[in-house]
């Protein structure tokens, strides 16, 4: 079983930053997909952003709301996945979630440009809210 621990949420201020982190407890982690997820009240979960670590140019893919605010990022040493957030807007306001699938990226989306369904990631983290203020 595969665990994901999130940190990192907090209130912010419109156009303020914020960083969350992702602490994954596999040693096979850097051949998963790794993705952050979020969720509105009422709302369904939709994709930010995903990364393939172990790929040799780390591909990474953006949700088009997101692009060029966020980033994606992992740290090996530590199993850790990170998103940094910039210019963040109150109607961001969501529980952010980390995700991961053990069969990787390319096998799963080949070349598509999405960040996935929920639906394809089996490996969940509690999540941690993001709170925007205007």
């Known amino acids: 079983q595969v665990q994901l621990v999130e940190s990192g949420g907090g209130s912010v201020q419109a156009g303020g930053s914020l960083s969350l982190s992702c602490a994954i407890d596999?040693?096979?982690?850097?051949?998963?997909?790794m993705a952050w997820f979020r969720q509105a009240p009422g709302k369904e979960r939709e994709g930010v952003a995903r990364?393939?670590?172990?790929?040799?140019?780390?591909?990474?893919v953006y949700a088009d709301s997101v692009k060029g605010r966020f980033t994606i990022s992992k740290d090996n040493a530590n199993n850790t996945l990170y998103l940094q957030m910039n210019s963040l807007k109150p109607e961001e306001t969501a529980s952010y979630y980390c995700?991961?699938?053990?069969?990787?990226?390319?096998?799963?989306?080949?070349?598509?440009?999405?960040?996935?369904?929920?639906?394809?990631?089996?490996?969940w983290g509690q999540g941690t809210q993001v709170t925007g203020s205007p």
């Open positions: 990364l393939e670590p172990f790929h040799t140019q780390r591909r990474t």
């Open positions: 596999s040693p096979a982690w850097n051949m998963f997909c």
């Open positions: 995700a991961a699938e053990s069969r990787g990226c390319s096998f799963i989306f080949g070349l598509e440009p999405r960040v996935g369904r929920p639906t394809e990631y089996s490996y």
